[in-house]
């Protein structure tokens, strides 16, 4: 036999208003969130402007065209100018030095050069206490030794004697050079009296140096 139990009205209505405030302070929070989000996404396009407008001022002075009228332009942007244009005209200088060639060497006019290389040789011989080597000063010698318009005959005389502590590299480089212009002089049908004193010194360094 099932015994019916009779439910308490008064506990129903409890139960029932508990429910009822449950789900209103549900929705309450969830409402909550709902406009908190939509307020997040409201305040995003407030602060992407700003950075997008800060970034634009910042590019303007490297972004300027250079036909720019001058007369159109403020004064801190003629300063921003003048600054870029000095920097590309220092570098155009730097660039052609470097295509031109650096060192002492460059920067001698060449009768200049012949008359300290010389004297470093005339130095070398007379006041050796007073001589130091410069590189320099050799390699144009080296160079130029087969001239007799640069090097007379008495400088080429202490040339030879310079040459004989001539060693390493330097010593090997010297006699194929030297080989080289008797090889290139004596191919010549019709030798001039500079090409035969070419080749005479170059022998003579050869049969010094090998």
């Given at each position: 036999?099932?015994?019916?139990?009779?439910?308490?009205?008064?506990?129903?209505?409890?139960?029932?208003?508990?429910?009822?405030?449950?789900?209103?302070?549900?929705?309450?929070?969830?409402?909550?969130?709902?406009?908190?989000?939509?307020?997040?996404?409201?305040?995003?396009?407030?602060?992407?402007?700003?950075?997008?407008?800060?970034?634009?001022?910042?590019?303007?002075?490297?972004?300027?065209?250079?036909?720019?009228n001058?007369?159109?332009?403020?004064?801190?942007?003629?300063?921003?100018?003048?600054?870029?244009?000095?920097?590309?005209?220092k570098?155009?200088?730097?660039?052609?030095?470097?295509?031109?060639?650096?060192?002492?060497?460059?920067?001698?006019?060449?009768?200049?050069?012949?008359?300290?290389?010389?004297?470093?040789?005339?130095?070398?011989?007379?006041?050796?206490?007073?001589?130091?080597?410069?590189?320099?000063?050799?390699?144009?010698?080296?160079?130029?030794?087969?001239?007799?318009?640069?090097?007379?005959?008495?400088?080429?005389?202490v040339?030879?004697?310079?040459?004989?502590?001539?060693?390493?590299?330097?010593?090997?480089?010297?006699?194929?050079?030297?080989?080289?212009?008797?090889?290139?002089?004596?191919?010549?049908?019709?030798?001039?009296?500079?090409?035969?004193?070419?080749?005479?010194?170059?022998?003579?360094?050869?049969?010094?140096?090998?």
């Open positions: 036999m099932v015994v019916k139990t009779k439910s308490d009205p008064s506990k129903m209505k409890k139960n029932k208003t508990m429910k009822d405030k449950k789900g209103r302070q549900e929705t309450k929070v969830s409402g909550k969130h709902k406009r908190k989000k939509t307020d997040d996404t409201e305040e995003r396009p407030e602060v992407l402007p700003k950075k997008l407008k800060k970034q634009t001022v910042q590019a303007e002075p490297e972004e300027k065209p250079e036909h720019v001058e007369e159109d332009l403020t004064p801190e942007e003629k300063r921003v100018l003048e600054r870029k244009m000095k920097k590309i005209l570098k155009e200088e730097k660039r052609r030095k470097q295509e031109e060639g650096s060192g002492e060497e460059k920067q001698e006019d060449q009768s200049k050069s012949a008359e300290r290389a010389l004297e470093y040789l005339t130095c070398w011989s007379e006041r050796r206490e007073e001589w130091r080597f410069k590189k320099i000063r050799q390699t144009w010698l080296l160079q130029h030794m087969y001239d007799t318009e640069k090097v007379p005959d008495a400088s080429f005389s040339m030879l004697a310079y040459l004989e502590n001539l060693r390493g590299a330097a010593r090997d480089v010297t006699v194929e050079q030297a080989e080289a212009v008797v090889k290139e002089d004596q191919g010549d049908a019709s030798q001039s009296a500079d090409q035969q004193k070419r080749i005479q010194r170059a022998l003579e360094v050869v049969r010094l140096l090998a």
